[in-house]
């Protein structure tokens, strides 16, 4: 047996301990994130005010999701952006052009969710 084959042999768990393990390491990655990356609390800032906006300024319950899920959407990316720049970071701190061109479109990803942002809230507040 390879290497392969063990890492395709190791414990998984199953059910409740899967779950419960996979919250942990979510929560762990929350608490990482919010810990070490600026851009994440400016953006969990910025979300505690624009959420209890999209909840108030929307006229229905579809209104207020599509108000409040791009700005969610901001979070998500930000987590996956911070991820991009931890393992590029593992890898080595040279300069490289395929780590600087990864690091680069994990950030412009997160502008696009801004423009997504942009877009919704003009569409959904300028459309009545």
């Known amino acids: 047996m390879d290497a392969n084959d063990a890492a395709l042999d190791r414990y998984k768990p199953r059910g409740l301990t899967r779950v419960l393990r996979?919250?942990?390491a979510?929560?762990?990655g929350l608490v990482g994130a919010f810990r070490d990356e600026a851009a994440f609390r400016q953006e969990l800032a910025f979300a505690a005010v624009v959420i209890p906006l999209g909840l108030w300024l929307g006229r229905s319950g579809v209104e207020r999701a599509v108000l409040?899920?791009?700005v969610l959407l901001i979070l998500i990316v930000e987590l996956v952006n911070s991820a991009i720049e931890a393992t590029v970071d593992r890898i080595g701190f040279e300069r490289?052009?395929?780590a600087g061109l990864?690091?680069?479109i994990g950030s412009a990803a997160v502008l696009m969710s801004f423009v997504l942002l942009?877009?919704?809230w003009l569409l959904v507040l300028l459309g009545r």
Request: aromatic share 0%; net charge positive; no cysteine.
């Open 22 to 24: 996979a919250l942990g």
């Open 26 to 28: 979510s929560l762990r």
């Open 68 to 70: 409040i899920a791009p």
């Open 96 to 98: 490289h052009a395929l």
């Open 102 to 104: 990864a690091k680069d």
């Open 118 to 120: 942009t877009a919704v």
